[in-house]
């Protein structure tokens, strides 16, 4: 029995393959991409209590910004989105129902990461709520105008821009003010992470692709966050930094290109410089 995630994003972040053992008969398989939506449904299965599953074998696709953009499986999701997975004749689509499925499906998942008891359970399902039209749109909209239209050759939106970070500010806020209240290691003042803190982490970790300058600008005068994700982090190790390996891949590419186009446009100013210079 195989189960398959496809998970490249609507913007065309290129996919991995992640492989791992599914009880000890079956295999899992991941195509994921590396976004906060893929990264967040591949670490239920890939937790530190979940040994039986720790074996990951990852591949990746050509560099996404030499490809065009893709258009999803509809046979998977009808929407023509990602993520989603196929197990057996089973399809699921939303990255929040697949973590919710992840985390339930499998015997071997602590109960932490989403937990039987209701109350609980109802608290996570507030803020997977609450993070769709808050967190993730104003980080994911902002990383995308600013980070990843100028590669993919998109004109640049300033007044969507702008809405994002006045999101994304207000967002940071009202996690630390609201779950992550005086000391507490992960949201709601939990122990242990759930599949909120994943989801909410995730989408936090994208802001990398942005620079370190940019980056420090939204999350420096938040030490609460920052010390939530190293707890995330840790708590998944060595997952977490597997799974965001190719986003730091993805900002490295992109600080190279602008160093090039730098380099370039200052080359072009001297050597215009140097002719009104001849002509004087």
Known sequence: MEMVATCPVSQSLPPCFLHARRRQEARFVFVTSGTAECIGCRAPTQAPDTRKRKRVRSEKLPDFLAKPRHVANQEINPMG?????VDGRFKLFESHAILRYLASFFPGVADHWYPADLFTRAKIESILDWHHSNLRLGAGTFVYYTALA?????????????????????????????WLKGDAK????????SIADLSLVCEIMQLEALGDDMRNKFLGGHE???TWI???????????????????EVKA????KAAAAAAKQGGSE???KL????KL
Not at 81 to 85: C, E, F, R, Y
Not at 253 to 256: E, L, R, T
């Open 150 to 178: 100028p590669f993919l050759g998109l004109r640049p939106r300033p007044d969507a821009t702008k809405r994002a970070e006045k999101v994304l500010m207000q967002s940071l806020a009202r996690i630390e003010s609201i």
């Open 224 to 226: 609460r966050i920052l």
């Open 270 to 272: 001297a050597s215009s």
């Open 253 to 256: 590419q992109m600080q190279s």
């Open 230 to 248: 190293d707890n995330v982090r840790k708590a998944t190790s060595p997952h977490f930094d597997e799974a965001h390996m190719f986003l730091f």
């Open 275 to 278: 002719k009104f210079a001849s």
């Open 81 to 85: 989105q990602v993520p989603a997975i």
């Open 186 to 193: 992960f949201l709601l003042g939990s122990p242990q992470p």
